[in-house]
């Protein structure tokens, strides 16, 4: 996530988290076990990506709930 635009997060089992420069901007990682994050940002794949087991809700489908695999 770019660290620049705003963010919700309620993310559970957070096994690692840092910040990484890139090409002029600092994002966040993260790696965790499951929750919600909300981009309160423009929600473009350049600010913010993400994979695992999820659905997007809200508006522009900025809202994403993680879960753990089953």
Do not use: P
């Not at 089992?13 to 965790?32: A, C, L, P, R």
Request: no cysteine.
């Amino acid at each position: 996530m770019n660290l620049s635009q705003g963010y919700d997060e309620k993310l559970q089992g957070i096994q690692y988290f840092d910040k990484v420069n890139y090409d002029g901007g600092t994002f966040g990682v993260w790696v965790f076990e499951d929750g919600t994050f909300v981009n309160e940002g423009d929600g473009g794949y350049d600010n913010w990506a993400f994979r695992g087991w999820f659905e997007r809700t809200g508006d522009d489908d900025k809202t994403v709930n993680f879960h753990k695999r089953v």
